[in-house]
């Protein structure tokens, strides 16, 4: 089944599925919640760059009410759960915010 994707990142083989809620990676379907499928639309469009808890805070809180540092620390530790067996894609970056590491699923890949 072909999964037409809204967000294509050229760093990693990840695809964003906003219609479903879920990213596809190396050809594997993650369904996700709203809030995590925008945090990752958020780091996919720079992976490698730091994104700020104010950036996450004004896109996810605009979607609906607040994000303090602690639901931004919730949603980051549920998502990487959702996400564990493709690598460690999202990386902390203390005190500043949170990455989408393009090395990872490219390590993961090349290792099967």
Same mark, same amino acid.
């Given at each position: 089944m072909q999964i037409p994707p809204q967000y294509v990142s050229d760093h990693l083989p990840l695809y964003l599925c906003m219609? !479903?809620?879920? #990213? #596809?990676? /190396?050809?594997?379907?993650? +369904?996700?919640?709203?809030? @995590?499928?925008?945090a990752i639309r958020l780091m996919i469009k720079q992976p490698g760059r730091v994104v700020s808890f104010e950036e996450f805070r004004d896109l996810i809180g605009n979607d609906g009410g607040e994000l303090s540092? +602690?639901?931004?620390?919730?949603?980051?530790? !549920?998502?990487? @759960?959702?996400?564990? *067996?493709?690598?460690?894609?999202? @990386?902390?970056?203390?005190? +500043?915010?949170?990455?989408?590491? *393009? @090395? $990872? =699923?490219?390590? =993961? $890949? /090349?290792? /099967?």
């Open positions: 219609e !479903r809620l879920g #990213v #596809v990676i /190396e050809g594997e379907f993650r +369904s996700l919640t709203r809030q @995590q499928i925008l540092r +602690s639901a931004l620390k919730q949603l980051m530790f !549920r998502t990487r @759960q959702r996400l564990a *067996p493709f690598g460690d894609l999202i @990386q902390t970056a203390r005190g +500043s915010g949170y990455l989408l590491d *393009p @090395q $990872a =699923t490219m390590a =993961t $890949a /090349e290792a /099967e």
